[in-house]
């Protein structure tokens, strides 16, 4: 790598250090308020409000609800199937309308206790909740993040970035590292359009609501070139957003390109081709 390479790279990994240290300034006093909390009121679990007594996260009783995604499924999309078609198999989605990145994979299905996981998580300011999803996304990525060179979080526009103080993608990227050492790249790829909330819209019309909305600037596409890079996010709905953020990687350089998501939308009946 020449002088001019390897300064600019320099230069941009420590443009990338300050969101990271900021964002670990705010979890550890988000951590701190919550610490203080649980010390004057009991943890609640977030699907049905009964009391935890010392444990975080779910309840006996929701965890057993809550619906893990584990083999078999699409090899592309992570997708569960109804039967086992064999290694390797691709899902009619997945053979109809190929992402821009290899693999996505979640740790489990958006059902009813995973939506409330993720509202409290997201909306509740309960980054305590971080490292226990991110065991189970590192758990359901293990192939992936075996591979990877970095993780990346799904970043968020600014301004609604400041309205939400944290970004639940990085909190969970940052979990993830912690179990599997790859190193997480904040401040990489950039979300350059603010774009309208995606629920309520179609397939098509996520796809046209995220259409240019990242990108990866010049000054830090040495940080992307012919890496692996894993996408980090708490749900995936349609992919319009994952596979949008994969197009931008890609056009900078990237090697290849994975998904890992705490939860995912899936449809009663999936059949493999």
Same mark, same amino acid.
């Given at each position: 790598?020449?002088?001019?390479?390897?300064?600019?790279?320099? #230069?941009?990994?420590?443009?990338?250090?300050?969101? &990271?240290?900021?964002?670990?300034?705010?979890?550890?006093?988000?951590? @701190?308020?919550?610490? @203080?909390? $649980?010390?004057?009121?009991?943890?609640?679990?977030?699907?049905?409000?009964?009391?935890?007594?010392?444990?975080?996260?779910?309840?006996?009783?929701?965890?057993?609800?809550?619906?893990?995604?584990?083999?078999?499924?699409?090899?592309?999309?992570?997708?569960?199937? !109804?039967?086992?078609?064999?290694?390797?198999?691709?899902?009619?989605?997945?053979?109809?309308?190929?992402?821009?990145?290899?693999?996505?994979?979640?740790?489990?299905?958006?059902?009813? =206790?995973?939506?409330?996981?993720?509202?409290?998580?997201?909306?509740?300011?309960?980054?305590?909740?971080?490292?226990?999803?991110?065991?189970?996304?590192?758990?359901?990525?293990?192939?992936?993040?075996?591979?990877?060179?970095?993780?990346?979080?799904?970043?968020?526009?600014?301004?609604?970035?400041?309205?939400?103080?944290?970004? #639940?993608?990085?909190?969970?990227?940052?979990?993830?590292?912690?179990?599997?050492?790859?190193?997480?790249?904040? $401040?990489?790829?950039?979300?350059?359009?603010? !774009?309208?909330?995606?629920?309520?819209?179609?397939?098509? #019309?996520?796809? $046209?609501?995220?259409?240019?909305?990242?990108?990866?600037?010049?000054?830090?596409?040495? @940080?992307? !070139?012919?890496?692996?890079?894993?996408?980090? $996010?708490?749900?995936?709905?349609?992919? &319009?957003?994952?596979? !949008?953020?994969?197009? &931008?990687?890609?056009?900078?350089?990237?090697?290849?390109?994975?998904?890992? =998501?705490?939860?995912?939308?899936?449809?009663?009946?999936?059949?493999?081709?």
């Amino acid at each position: 790598m020449n002088r001019s390479v390897s300064a600019s790279q320099e #230069q941009s990994e420590e443009q990338t250090a300050f969101p &990271a240290r900021a964002a670990r300034f705010g979890g550890g006093v988000r951590a @701190l308020w919550r610490t @203080l909390l $649980d010390a004057a009121l009991p943890p609640l679990c977030p699907s049905c409000r009964e009391p935890l007594g010392d444990g975080v996260g779910l309840c006996a009783s929701c965890w057993s609800k809550l619906s893990l995604i584990e083999p078999p499924f699409c090899a592309r999309l992570g997708i569960p199937f !109804t039967y086992d078609p064999g290694p390797g198999l691709l899902s009619m989605e997945a053979m109809a309308h190929p992402p821009a990145y290899d693999r996505a994979r979640a740790a489990v299905r958006y059902d009813e =206790v995973a939506r409330k996981l993720v509202l409290a998580f997201k909306y509740a300011d309960r980054l305590d909740f971080a490292p226990m999803m991110g065991s189970w996304m590192a758990r359901a990525g293990r192939e992936l993040l075996a591979d990877a060179d970095a993780l990346m979080p799904v970043p968020l526009h600014w301004r609604r970035l400041w309205a939400r103080r944290f970004n #639940q993608a990085a909190a969970l990227a940052g979990a993830i590292s912690e179990i599997s050492h790859v190193p997480v790249l904040h $401040d990489v790829l950039k979300r350059v359009r603010a !774009t309208p909330q995606q629920v309520g819209l179609s397939k098509a #019309q996520r796809a $046209d609501n995220v259409q240019g909305a990242f990108r990866v600037p010049d000054e830090a596409k040495a @940080l992307v !070139t012919g890496r692996r890079i894993v996408l980090v $996010d708490d749900v995936l709905t349609s992919g &319009a957003t994952v596979d !949008t953020c994969a197009r &931008a990687l890609l056009r900078a350089g990237a090697g290849h390109v994975d998904v890992l =998501v705490f939860a995912r939308v899936v449809a009663p009946v999936r059949t493999p081709i």
